[in-house]
């Protein structure tokens, strides 16, 4: 049953965030706030868009729970492999670190 | 336009369209886990290579993968209002959005290729096509090879969506769909949202390295 | 019964003869080829399942046979070491994606679900069909591949190996690609139908225990199964064209292959057992006539026995080069999988308290799936301890372990299955002493066959290895023994079953008195099922009411 109803006003707006985030994204990239918080800004910013896109233009605004139980499913498996995976050679503690630039003979 | 035809193991259209969208739904959650080992590769050799890695990275051209963002987003909002006005009957005009949004997605392709062949140019390639001799160092080639396997995937998805916009956009054209018929295009619309989001992570991840 | 019906109008009267029994039954309904290859009826389309499935079974049994026979004597014996690399791999991949994983499902689950939900058939007949299709065409791909070189790497495909090996690996990381894409299919099918097609009266709290392990193995399939996909399609290319994106040579790194291998591939144990609890769950209470000890326990188990698989897969690379954090990780999540599997055990061990037990042929293979399931997943919790995987792993302590559960536990569930809705899928009796007879020398041949292996990878025998010194010979010939026995027996089980087939005895619509909804129709089902959805005002357990109280409570006509 549609209680909640997406317009088209609500589209248009809903495109002009994205446009307006994206650029906001690339500011960001040029402001050089180091590597880390640089990607964790841009996946934040990421995610606000795709909440948009799922709410707005895929309408789970209106739609039962079920249907968004399944985006929360399956963002929380993709942030389980991406995490116990990149853990792995992070947590290293044999991998062979990069060589030293300095430490290489200038011939 | 025709109706929706009652199959016989559901008890109500609602009921039958309902099922359609949730089916969906499943499968496009089962889509996203494909491209979600590739997020968990990427962060596995970014991590393993953080400086190398970056420098992979600054091959892409920032202003093209912009431009195709802004092209994919836009083409989501033509489908989104296409969906909405063939939910309101304008079957006609919901047709003409959704060919808009495969010019789109065109125009994505074209761009994606002209930084394909810049690539090739630049001998900014996968692993496997370099020797021993020529070869980057090892975290700039993980780089470049995800960058070539994940755009690829991705546009993949791009084509496989665009043949469903298609579909759904002879059907509109037809007035096969309309107020009381449109999950086809309601579907077709899903998977290509899809296709955008994913691009959304794409973008940040290989393209926003200063 | 005619008394029970008094005051009642005609209409509403009840056919002994089950719901559908004015209708033919739907093996008579249509006939010819192209009435069967194009049906979209669930109960045709999971007979053309059993058929394929049961050809692979074969087909993955032969490969074992032949393996086990050559590990008769310490060295050579009837094949070459490259050919023995291809039967232990091409065994692997026949038995987990052309039986395994598809078997109870396509097979049962096909046929029952719909019947269980009070349904005409499954929410999309058409991609049913296609599921169909699509397993077919996936091992056609895989068997051409096996003519086309094979393959020599394992079911695992480890990198840099697999990316080398000169054998047919590309198009066998493309055949289970495809064979993924069935099953996913088959899972949005079962899902989408449990959603959206439950009879009126017939809440979750209300279904078939079968159903809910059906839901939980669904849903480890549509999440895991597109990881596999990927990593193989990486391996494809990696074989194919050299994408070199696990290769060491470019920076690349193996053990990432084994992570995306290993996160399908934990839960994809889950889901070849998961099924196998879902017949067990049936067949406990109906040959107790008991409703289980708890019926939230094993409802909410499969869940998270779906769910808390997802947490554990790095178990299998504890000697990998994985880092100690993640084996910690991995390890101390391990424990809790086990967790949910017991409380099944219990609950089932405990339905069968004050119930008045049947000893059929389905009841006397849910007493071996007890004993062989509960040895096999004890030892899993052993190898999945980190430190003593350190000995074990690689050798024949774990081959052992997965084949008591695989072979203990799902062969012996699709065989309890198998004779249980064999009355309702094909109208006939099985007869019950070959049924009995065959079952005890299927549990000798499996005790035979692999309980030695125990023995031998405790002291160290390697798994996947041509010879090995001799003093492992007596244990080896023991297990190839038991292999040969076993072979027999399932063949004799088999024949049992094709006999009744046509000489059977006719069997009427609940020979065991069942109280789930698939006995509800007539045996074997009309080709809709029932006339009008069923309303279903009890549970599927209520064995405290007479059969006609349960009929009258679950009306479908």
Same mark, same amino acid.
């Given at each position: 049953m549609i209680r909640a109803h997406v317009t088209a006003t609500n589209t248009l707006v809903a495109w002009l965030a994205l446009v307006g985030l994206t650029f906001f994204s690339f500011g960001a990239s040029r402001v050089g706030l180091g590597a880390g918080a640089e990607l964790a800004v841009a996946l934040t910013i990421s995610a606000t868009k795709?909440? #948009?896109?799922?709410? #707005?233009?895929?309408?789970?605004?209106?739609?039962?729970?079920?249907?968004?139980? #399944?985006? #929360?499913?399956?963002?929380?498996?993709?942030?389980?492999?991406?995490?116990?995976?990149?853990?792995?050679?992070i947590t290293r503690k044999t991998f062979p670190k990069a060589p030293d630039p300095s430490s290489r003979p200038v011939d | 336009m025709s109706a929706v035809e009652l199959a016989d193991q559901f008890e109500s259209v609602e009921k039958q369209e309902h099922a359609a969208r949730l089916g969906m739904w499943f499968f496009l959650g089962s889509e996203t886990l494909l491209f979600?080992?590739?997020?968990?590769?990427?962060?596995?050799?970014r991590a393993m290579y953080p400086f190398e890695f970056h420098q992979a990275l600054l091959h892409n051209d920032t202003m093209l993968g912009t431009v195709n963002t802004l092209v994919l987003i836009t083409s989501s909002f033509t489908v989104a209002l296409a969906v909405h006005y063939v939910r309101m009957d304008r079957s006609r005009l919901a047709a003409l959005l959704l060919g808009l949004s495969t010019a789109f997605g065109v125009t994505f392709l074209v761009i994606k290729f002209v930084e394909y062949g810049d690539h090739i140019r630049h001998h900014v390639l996968p692993a496997g096509m370099y020797s021993m001799a020529d070869s980057p160092p090892g975290g700039v080639v993980m780089g470049q090879t995800l960058y070539w396997f994940m755009t690829a995937l991705h546009a993949l998805h791009v084509v496989a969506g665009m043949i469903l916009l298609g579909i759904a956009a002879v059907g509109c054209a037809r007035r096969r769909y309309g107020r009381s018929r449109f999950i086809v295009v309601e579907n077709s619309g899903l998977y290509w949202h899809l296709v955008d989001i994913v691009w959304i992570f794409l973008w940040p991840l290989f393209y926003l390295a200063k | 019964m005619s008394d029970a019906t008094l005051g009642m109008d005609a209409d509403a009267r009840m056919d002994p003869r089950g719901a559908g029994a004015t209708h033919p039954d739907y093996m008579r309904a249509e006939s010819g080829l192209r009435s069967w290859l194009l049906t979209k009826d669930h109960k045709r389309i999971a007979l053309m399942f059993y058929g394929a499935v049961l050809l692979f079974l074969g087909l993955g049994g032969i490969f074992a046979l032949i393996l086990r026979t050559e590990l008769l004597t310490p060295e050579a014996t009837i094949i070459d070491p490259a050919t023995y690399n291809q039967m232990f791999t091409l065994h692997g991949v026949t038995m987990v994606w052309l039986f395994m994983i598809p078997a109870i499902p396509t097979v049962f689950g096909n046929f029952a679900l719909p019947l269980m939900l009070g349904a005409k058939d499954l929410a999309f007949p058409r991609l049913n069909l296609l599921s169909f299709y699509v397993y077919v065409a996936s091992a056609v791909i895989i068997l051409g591949a096996m003519v086309a070189g094979g393959a020599d790497t394992g079911w695992t495909f480890y990198v840099p190996y697999s990316s080398t090996s000169p054998t047919a690996v590309t198009w066998m990381g493309i055949g289970?690609?495809?064979?993924?894409?069935?099953?996913?299919m088959t899972a949005i099918n079962f899902v989408v139908s449990t959603h959206t097609l439950r009879a009126t009266g017939l809440r979750w709290q209300r279904l078939p225990l079968f159903v809910w392990a059906i839901y939980g193995t669904s849903i480890i399939i549509l999440f895991a199964t597109p990881v596999l996909g990927l990593s193989l399609v990486l391996v494809a290319l990696d074989h194919g064209l050299g994408l070199g994106i696990f290769d060491p040579r470019y920076g690349g790194d193996p053990v990432l292959f084994q992570h995306l291998f290993w996160f399908y591939s934990h839960p994809a144990v889950y889901i070849m057992i998961l099924p196998a609890f879902a017949v067990i769950s049936e067949v406990v209470c109906t040959y107790s006539q008991r409703p289980p000890a708890s019926y939230r326990a094993i409802a909410y188990s499969s869940l998270g026995i779906a769910f808390g698989g997802f947490f554990t897969w790095g178990h299998h690379m504890f000697v990998a080069g994985m880092s100690e954090f993640d084996a910690g990780a991995f390890g101390g999540l391990s424990m809790f999988v086990a967790i949910f599997s017991a409380i099944k055990v219990f609950t089932w061990v405990a339905t069968l308290r004050g119930g008045s037990i049947a000893f059929q042929t389905p009841m006397l293979y849910f007493l071996w799936f007890l004993f062989l399931f509960v040895f096999g997943g004890m030892t899993g919790v052993a190898v999945a301890t980190q430190s003593l995987d350190v000995h074990w792993h690689d050798g024949y302590f774990v081959v052992a372990h997965f084949h008591f559960i695989m072979v203990g536990g799902t062969l012996t569930a699709f065989l309890a299955g198998a004779h249980y809705w064999f009355p309702k899928m094909f109208g006939k009796l099985y007869d019950e002493r070959v049924g009995l007879v065959a079952s005890v020398a299927v549990f000798i041949g499996f005790v035979f066959t692999f309980l030695p292996q125990f023995l031998l990878g405790n002291a160290g025998m390697p798994r996947r290895y041509y010879s090995y010194p001799p003093q492992y010979q007596w244990l080896n010939v023991l297990s190839t023994g038991g292999a040969w026995l076993l072979g027999a027996a399932l063949l004799l089980a088999l024949v049992n079953l094709v006999v009744a087939l046509k000489w059977g005895r006719r069997a009427g619509p609940n020979p065991w008195g069942s109280r789930s909804f698939e006995w509800i129709t007539s045996s074997p089902p009309s080709k809709h099922n029932f006339d009008v959805t069923p309303i279903i005002e009890r549970t599927p357990y209520d064995y405290h009411l007479s059969e006609e109280d349960a009929r009258e409570r679950s009306r479908a006509s």
């Open positions: 795709t909440i #948009i896109v799922l709410f #707005i233009f895929m309408h789970l605004v209106e739609q039962r729970f079920a249907n968004r139980l #399944i985006v #929360i499913v399956t963002f929380l498996f993709i942030v389980l492999l991406v995490t116990l995976m990149a853990a792995d050679p | 979600g080992g590739l997020f968990a590769l990427y962060a596995s050799y | 289970i690609f495809v064979n993924g894409m069935s099953s996913i």
